[in-house]
């Protein structure tokens, strides 16, 4: 059962979504979530909200999936909601012990719920549109600047795919290592949360024990692959920037600028 | 032709902690050189020195004593290293610690990506390797949802992408099922045969060792035995005396020998051959 978990919650496919430079979909990623937050005003908004649903649209993920990534973040929303509800001054609507309903209040909340709902939607459009492969070659790539200030980009990046590569090999271990433990009478499902706890205490210590000797085996079967860190690397899919890119790039500029232009000037 | 490996007197002995009594070495003067196109199986049950052995072919460990000599290059000499480690490949022994990336070709890219090749050559070496393995229809699969046997094939495409002139192999069959095993032997024999591929293969199955051109025999850190495996298979008692079984087939007939007084020969290495002997014998 724990073996059918998706990684990195990617599902492939030929859209032009798909088809974007990772490097350039972070970008645009990014530029989108400054949008949002420069957004001003309901026209604002809906046109933030149709160029989402625009690239939603393009990638064919079914809306139910989209929706589903906001789900560990119902809380928070809920949250701000009522937050923003209750405690914006303006023109109170109604009032009891130490809620006050205002107008202001209201439409506050709105916005937020909005610009949280798109700001998550944007970012599970990225990995749900982009291999966990592609995407930390973007990282990598970005963030290669920061190797001039000698931070290890190349070293965190290797480490996030190896880390993708091995969470379902862990998994799969802890699933056997729970299954030897329940046959010599572990009980994980009954008691109170501290006595779950403990319960995985002989789960976790042999867990880690494997992770430490196989992380050992790992390093050096990388050596014996030549492996040397990023130094004179090459890979065998090159990113590569091509002209729907750049059409992607310059509409995306553009929307942008048009978000600002919409916010400052029209209203 | 030189020889792909040549060792010359090689010892290794383990480190041993501040105060302990000196361990005994795990290989203790082993010289033994193999030819290119030769497929050399290395036996021996535990502790005999035979992983220690493979570590030493790959520079993974260095020699206590003597000299380790890969296509002339001494393991020693650490600036000759990359060219060593391209010249001997080596598979291990679990196929899930040695798969680095999420996608099957990436994975077998892995080591030409460090050698810095164009990505083109990169793609060419990538797509033979995997054919050379039978793999290439799973080429954009997870490493993860492949079988046992499937995965160590992914992990010899993976060190057949460095093109290299040898492979050592520690124990590559150990952790898989039986018809995983049988997939490997498969390839491992095909990659001999038809891509005239070095290989030497570590293992402790004696039905392994019977597929190879020459079996080497290790116990005790020494090399007992060396020849041809009719000739090592037939050797019943030393070969007991290292605590390996011989074939099923050796030692039926060996059985039949002491029972019966049979004066059977004791090279038939598949039942074909053992059932041909005793057929023979029945009929007089």
């Not at chain 2, 199986?41 to 570590?55: D, P």
């Amino acid at each position: 059962m724990l073996k059918d978990i998706t990684l990195g919650q990617y599902f492939p496919g030929q859209s032009p979504i798909h088809r974007f430079d990772p490097r350039l979909k972070v970008l645009m990623v990014v530029a989108y979530i400054v949008a949002l937050f420069c957004a001003d005003g309901l026209w604002a908004y809906l046109f933030c909200f149709s160029m989402l649903a625009l690239c939603i649209g393009l990638s064919r993920i079914r809306p139910k999936m989209m929706l589903r990534g906001l789900k560990p973040v119902l809380f928070i929303i809920c949250f701000t909601a009522v937050l923003n509800m209750f405690y914006t001054p303006g023109v109170v609507l109604w009032h009891w012990w130490i809620f006050t309903l205002t107008r202001e209040g209201i439409f506050n909340a709105l916005y937020m719920v909005s610009r949280i709902v798109m700001l998550i939607m944007c970012t599970a459009l990225l990995t749900y549109t982009t291999s966990p492969i592609a995407l930390t070659d973007a990282l990598e790539y970005l963030l290669g600047p920061l190797k001039k200030l000698r931070v290890p980009v190349h070293e965190f990046t290797m480490m996030m795919t190896i880390a993708l590569r091995f969470i379902p090999t862990l998994i799969e271990e802890t699933d056997k290592i729970m299954s030897a433990q329940k046959a010599r009478g572990a009980d994980f499902e009954s008691g109170n949360l501290i006595a779950r706890a403990k319960a995985l205490v002989p789960v976790l210590v042999p867990l880690f024990v494997s992770a430490f000797r196989r992380a050992d085996e790992l390093a050096t079967a990388m050596e014996c692959r030549l492996y040397h860190g990023g130094e004179g690397r090459t890979r065998l899919n090159e990113l590569h920037f091509a002209r729907l890119d750049l059409l992607g790039g310059v509409l995306t500029a553009a929307c942008v600028a048009a978000v600002f232009v919409i916010s400052h000037f029209w209203a | 032709m030189p020889p792909i490996i040549e060792l010359k007197n090689v010892s290794f002995t383990y480190p041993h902690g501040e105060g302990k009594p000196e361990s005994p070495p795990a290989v203790d003067n082993v010289s033994l050189s193999v030819e290119p196109g030769e497929f050399v199986a290395v036996l021996g049950h535990n502790g005999s020195g035979k992983s220690t052995l493979a570590k030493l072919f790959n520079a993974i460990l260095t020699p206590t004593s003597g000299d380790v000599l890969i296509d002339g290059m001494n393991t020693r000499d650490e600036s000759r290293l990359f060219d060593i480690r391209k010249t001997a490949g080596m598979v291990f022994q679990n196929p899930d610690n040695q798969i680095v990336a999420t996608v099957v070709e990436e994975d077998v890219a892995f080591a030409p990506e460090n050698m810095g090749l164009p990505s083109k050559e990169i793609r060419r070496r990538v797509d033979e390797a995997l054919a050379a393995v039978g793999m290439s229809a799973f080429k954009r699969h997870a490493p993860h949802l492949l079988s046992g046997g499937q995965k160590q094939r992914i992990a010899i495409a993976g060190v057949l992408a460095m093109q290299p002139r040898a492979i050592v192999m520690d124990e590559p069959t150990a952790m898989l099922d039986p018809m995983g095993r049988a997939e490997v032997m498969r390839t491992i024999l095909r990659l001999n045969r038809e891509n005239g591929m070095t290989v030497v293969l570590i293992t402790h199955h004696m039905d392994e060792a019977a597929q190879a051109g020459r079996v080497i025999v290790m116990n005790h850190g020494r090399m007992l035995l060396d020849g041809a495996p009719a000739e090592i298979f037939s050797q019943v008692d030393e070969l007991r005396a290292c605590s390996l079984a011989p074939p099923q087939t050796v030692a039926l007939l060996d059985r039949l020998n002491r029972d019966l007084n049979a004066g059977l020969p004791l090279t038939a290495l598949s039942v074909e051959q053992c059932a041909d002997v005793i057929y023979h014998y029945l009929k007089g």
